[in-house]
């Protein structure tokens, strides 16, 4: 049983990139296509894809690197099940002073912190990418 599939998705792609692999199995959900989304959107990962395992669906994570270095240098969970972490739209993170990414899962879905700020909303801080 797996009690943060968020993190477990992070973990893999970390993992996967440090030995160089392009491709990364995990297992699907929602949230986690949602994260994957915004990683498209914002240039970290090249895509992703469903598909199904022994009749169990996963996700199929295309990694990408830049110079033959992962394009991915930090990738850190904030909130955690045990101690959850919300923020309002003027307390949102900032990293590396705006050039890293923050997943907030906000009332209008999963978005980039400079997303989240511009509609106004504030909401849990999944993670950190930079």
Known sequence: MMTDPISDLLTRIRNAQAVDKLN?????SNVKRAILKVLKDEGYIEGFADQ???GKPFIDVRLKYYAGRPVIERLDRISKPG?????GKDKMPKVLGGLGTVIVSTSKGVMTDRAARAAGLGGEVLCIVA
């Open 83 to 87: 101690l959850r972490t919300y923020r």
């Open 24 to 28: 990364v199995l995990v297992p699907a």
């Open 52 to 54: 199904t395992v022994d």
